[in-house]
């Protein structure tokens, strides 16, 4: 045995030696080195740059401002151990939302596309190809990679605010490896000029809601203005985006009047709702698509529990009797049992961190 060990060693190493000069000079297969324009527009639809999201049992859970936690819903959290602790934390209110052993995915996941966001924007203008589509790629890019950062301000820096915002320390501006840690001030100001230089040299269209166009460019341009106050400033670019989308056959308002004609004015059932509400990234309403999970109540009629969160008693009571909306607020579980008040709002199993 040891003899046949040997032997068979000997012709590893051979096979390996005589192979290593023939495969370095052969190209990785597959797009491992993007080298055209094709390439490079390829790098925008990875699903990481929609999806939020982590495919493990670690994911960070961001809850909408309309939305009250309820002690069942800490419960349910106990009682599915697949959720990390960082959602207990997170719910606790605890100044440590992570473990020493887990990464903030906040920050991880900005980042990542951040990373792919550069490489594009550092490789494209030398791509093979046609000129017109490097200026557009390298346009996406940018503003894609500046709403990336606008997004990270959001978790770790402090809200934007002329008379502290030269002093206050926001995220590092990472555009290549070598990076330094810029002010509030910088930062915003580094995000705005991204886009305003790059928004008009976006395509006109784009098919898929994850990429971005100019209707998008100037609606996530807006948005950053509102984060920051300036609703003047806001409205320019919110009023070009909403030209640009009139008469767009993928972006456009439900009329629930229509799509409910069938329910009336009586609450759905729980697994309609289910089937009501549309995934974000094929909603019509959805026009840049940036989602995470939720532990809402859209999945859990399959373990046969009641909603764990509701929208808070002064939004409920802005949906008068007649409001069709209303029939998407739940007052009973998916056994047809009564739920106390408040009740709960059927907001998917998804929410969007980008812009509808």
């Not at 990542?112 to 203008?125: C, K, L, P, S, T």
């Not at 998008?216 to 070009?240: I, S, W």
């Not at 309403?285 to 809402?296: D, G, H, I, V, W």
């Amino acid at each position: 045995m040891r003899n046949l060990f040997y032997v068979l060693n000997i012709l590893i190493g051979m096979f390996l030696f005589s192979g290593c000069d023939h495969f370095l000079d052969e190209a990785p297969r597959g797009n491992a080195i993007a080298e055209t324009v094709e390439d490079y527009d390829k790098m925008f639809n990875a699903s990481t740059i929609m999806n939020m999201s982590i495919a493990d049992s670690y994911y960070a859970y961001w809850k909408n401002d309309e939305l009250i936690f309820t002690e069942d819903c800490y419960s349910t959290v106990v009682q599915l151990t697949n959720y990390p602790t960082s959602i207990k934390a997170a719910i606790e209110y605890q100044y440590h939302i992570y473990r020493e052993d887990e990464n903030s995915l906040e920050w991880e996941k900005c980042y990542n596309q951040i990373y792919i966001f550069n490489a594009i924007i550092n490789g494209i203008m030398q791509a093979q190809g046609d000129e017109t589509e490097k200026e557009y790629l390298l346009a996406e890019a940018r503003v894609s990679r500046a709403y990336m950062h606008f997004l990270l301000a959001q978790w770790f820096a402090m809200p934007y605010n002329e008379a502290t915002a030269e002093t206050e320390w926001a995220i590092p501006i990472v555009k290549e490896a070598k990076y330094d840690r810029a002010t509030v001030k910088e930062l915003y100001s580094w995000i705005i000029s991204e886009m305003e230089d790059a928004c008009p040299l976006l395509k006109k269209r784009e098919e898929h809601r994850m990429r971005c166009y100019q209707a998008t460019g100037h609606a996530l341009l807006g948005k950053v203005y509102f984060q920051m106050g300036k609703y003047e400033k806001a409205l320019e670019p919110l009023r070009t985006a909403y030209e640009l989308l009139q008469g767009d056959p993928n972006v456009y308002l439900t009329d629930h009047k229509v799509k409910q004609a069938s329910y009336g004015y009586k609450e759905m059932g729980m697994f309609d709702i289910m089937s009501y509400i549309p995934f974000v990234y094929n909603d019509n309403e959805t026009l840049y698509c940036k989602y995470n999970p939720t532990m809402r109540n859209y999945y859990l009629p399959y373990y046969n529990m009641a909603p764990t969160d509701y929208l808070k008693p002064e939004i409920y009571q802005l949906f008068d009797e007649e409001d069709l909306r209303r029939n998407l607020i739940s007052t009973k579980n998916a056994m047809g049992e009564p739920l106390p008040y408040p009740y709960s709002g059927a907001l998917g199993a998804y929410m969007n961190l980008g812009c509808a």
